[in-house]
Each structure stands twice: as C-alpha cells, then as structure tokens.
C-alpha cells in the first residue's frame, strides 16, 4: 500500500512554455502533499505543502507565481512551472502524507519523480 | 528552525568494511527519517525512528537515535556493492513538514 505516482516522469520543454506535473496518492487519501525540489547530487528542498482544498504554504525564496500548485483532490495535487526557463530544469519530487497518518509516524510516501528539462 | 546536518558527505568503503553515517539536528524534532536514494530514482523509505534510544535493523543497516544528543546514527555492516546509494536523514514534527540533510553519497567497492 501507500504508493504515489508522478506524471510524466520526464519532460523536456522549451523556454516559455508551461509544464504541469501530477502527483497522485493511488491507495489512500492524502490531505496534506509536499513538493520538492533536487538539483544533482544535492539534497531535497521543500518548494510547498499544499493542503487539499487550500491555498499552498510556500518555502521562502520560492516563487508562488512562477510554481502553481492545485491540490483539488485528496488523491490529486499538482504543480504547474510557467514560462520555463533553464534554470527551472531539476529532479522534481512529490509526497503525500496519508489522512490521519500511520501509527503516529507521520510517515511521508514519495513519489517517483519527474524530471524537468527546460531548452 | 530545524536544521539537518550529515557527515560525511561522501564515503567510499571497502566491501565487508564496517562505517557509520551520523546525523545531527539543532533543535528538537520528534521524529527522525532515513531515506535512500538510487541515482535517478526517488527515495526509499528506510527507518523510521519515534522515540530516544529507538534502534531499528534491517540487514546490515541500523539506525539509532538519541534525542538528548540531537544525533542520529546509521551503521553499516559489513558493507556490499548493492548498498552504493545515496542515504539522507531527515527530521521532522508530526504534522509538519520534513528537513532533510545534506545526503551521503556511499559507494562500495570490492
């Protein structure tokens, strides 16, 4: 169980265009998902929690506008980079935190990725 | 706010060798993660660790935390190849979010 997808899981697009990322919790209900940030052989940086039917909690430094983050369902939330540019290009991650947790761990699943190639 | 540290950043062993991965935090989380992560791949779930003094096993890798110390301990245990990957700790509070550390990148060879 507690298994989250990503779609798509590589993406390479040109500079301007948007691309929207989907995580989805496919075996339980997610209240709460976070999305992350990780540049090559660096560690993750948390971009956003985003709360089902609520607006997303942004990291400092991270520009809400430019990352659109939906989370519409409690087994959907996605995350939109508009006018991509280089420098957006990364390893984006997704997790998503079951409703109501798991023995109190609290536990975070992951997803598999999606990995953002700007031109 | 929480801040993870790891060291090393990097550890290369020798197949059969003992090592161990420590990871420190600044203040007090309750709860204390480690992850791996295959190069290109996302994370793996590896311990979970809720209290002081929780050890935990899983083949030749054991995890330890001490809260009064802030630190957290992976060991490795007579190290093979498969275990090259990268291991992050992170921290947290229930209901929140997690910090992660900086990563170590093990690469074991024969």
């Known amino acids: 169980g507690a298994v989250v997808s990503q779609h798509p899981s590589r993406v390479i697009c040109k500079s301007g265009t948007s691309v929207k990322i989907e995580c989805r919790s496919l075996d339980f209900q997610a209240t709460t998902m976070f999305w992350y940030r990780q540049f090559p052989k660096k560690s993750l940086m948390l971009m956003a929690t985003?709360?089902?039917?609520?607006?997303?909690?942004?990291e400092q430094g991270v520009e809400k506008d430019k990352f659109l983050i939906n989370h519409a369902s409690l087994t959907l939330s996605t995350l939109t980079v508009t006018s991509a540019h280089p420098e957006d290009s990364s390893f984006y991650i997704c997790?998503?935190?079951?409703?109501?947790?798991?023995?109190?761990?609290?536990?975070?699943?992951f997803g598999p990725g999606t990995r953002l190639t700007v031109l | 706010e929480l801040k993870v540290e790891q060291n090393p950043l990097f550890l290369s062993m020798q197949e059969g060798k003992n090592y161990t991965i420590y990871c420190n935090y600044s203040t007090t989380s309750d709860r204390l993660y480690w992850y791996r992560q295959d190069p290109g791949k996302s994370l793996e779930s590896l311990f979970v660790?809720?209290?002081?003094?929780a050890v935990k096993q899983e083949g030749r890798l054991m995890a330890s935390l001490d809260t009064k110390a802030r630190l957290s301990t992976l060991h490795i245990t007579a190290a093979v190849h498969d275990l090259s990957a990268t291991y992050f700790c992170a921290g947290g509070y229930l209901g929140d979010k997690l910090i992660f550390g900086t990563g170590t990148r093990l690469q074991v060879f024969p």
């Open positions: 985003s709360n089902e039917g609520s607006k997303a909690t942004y």
């Open positions: 660790l809720l209290s002081n003094g």
């Open positions: 997790s998503a935190r079951a409703q109501g947790g798991t023995s109190g761990s609290n536990e975070q699943f």
